[in-house]
């Protein structure tokens, strides 16, 4: 692949959109009803990208929560694109997914896909890499910018990062002159963000773990600034499960979230051991990646805090974030928070149906906290994770 190239990840992005429109869904939704009424007791089938946003569902399948739980479920999935982990779960392939929070907004709304966020699947996990010789945001004018997808959480804070430094995100041709304060955002897959970056095709990129980490490893680039420490807490990917299921399999659908939560409490206490699981070292080889290098992620260095505190990496030290932490329950203040920002990113494609979103109303009716307000309760409640013992917090977005 050449990675001068850009059109690719286009062509990957107007996919999706097909995928996400009402034409696009319907074949796909008509698979997903015939599988349903084939196979109305489907084992758990995850399906993931190789990133550590989708830690618990492989924690859980490696470890046998699911079965322990008293529920089938089939080896993961791993899929190459954002687009595949769509395609693959609205036709009905799987019927567990880790997803962007914000692209659950867009499946939902945008193309009325049947289904909901049950849990969150992590907490920070990302952060804005950039090439050794940038040590200010602001030196990214002018230059090429890196994004996951449009329809993430990364791009809403990275855009609020360059208002704050007095740049404009743009979204042009990559062969298009970009203005001095201006930032040119291109979708990138994670995997092929290291090499654009070590090749000096863009001079940064925003993105989930270990992809930071490899940069890290690798001497390509240096973190600038950690998602965690710019929205404290936030979100990244959640757990999307279809309607029917939840509807018409309660006790699956309640099985399937135990297993996910106590997947995140196992995580919280055994990190090195998550990171050899996910690794290539790995029984299942979940990922490609090398432990050392999640492992960077999930058991940094005692030295690594202040190193980051000092190169303004980390700003809000008193928060006491995590490179990745594990919590399930989705804050509806999140949700909310979230919609009004998207509703001010900019976003290729077709944004309207933002507009009409009412962000409390969306809160309500995108997330179905059932099941993990009851697997929480069983694992001793938040304060199990670390929280206060409450369903309800203030967000704090400070860059």
Partial sequence: MCLDDFTHTRRDFLKLSAVLSAAGAMPL??????????????????????????????????????????????????????AQVIEAFISGQVNVIHLLSPMTVWARYGSKVPAKVVAWNHVGGSGLTVAPDITEVKQLGGKTVAIPFWYSIHNVVVQQLFRDNGLQPVSQAATAAVAANEVNLVVLPPSDMPPALASKRIAGYIVAE?????????????????????????????????????????????????????????????????????????????????????????????????????????????????????????????????????????????????????PQQTARDLVDDRFVRNAIGAVGGLKAFGLPDSFERSEEFAV
């Fill in 210 to 358: 270990p992809f930071n980490a490899l940069a890290e490893e690798l001497k390509v680039g240096r973190v600038q600034r950690f998602t965690g420490d710019v929205w404290r807490n936030h979100a990244c990917c959640v757990v999307f499960m279809h309607e029917h299921d939840l509807n018409n399999r309660p006790e699956w659908s309640q099985k399937v979230v135990n297993a996910i939560v106590k997947a995140q409490l196992w995580t919280r206490d055994h990190r090195a051991e998550a990171a050899q699981i996910l690794s290539k070292s790995g029984a299942n080889r979940y990922t490609p990646h090398a432990p050392e290098v999640l492992g960077r992620v999930l058991t940094p260095a005692a030295d690594s805090r202040e190193q980051y505190v000092q190169s303004g990496a980390i700003r809000h030290a008193q928060w006491d974030e995590q490179r990745i932490d594990f919590q399930p329950y989705p804050f509806p203040s999140y949700t909310e928070e979230l919609v009004r920002r998207l509703k001010d990113t900019l976003i290729e494609g077709d944004k309207g149906f933002l507009a009409a979103l009412d």
């Fill in 29 to 82: 939704l008509s698979s997903l009803q015939a599988r349903a009424a084939a196979e109305p007791d489907a084992p758990v089938r995850i399906g993931y990208l190789p990133i550590t946003d989708a830690t618990p569902l492989l924690v859980a399948h490696n470890n046998g929560l699911f079965e322990a739980e008293g529920i089938k479920a089939e080896r993961p999935v791993l899929l190459r694109s954002w």
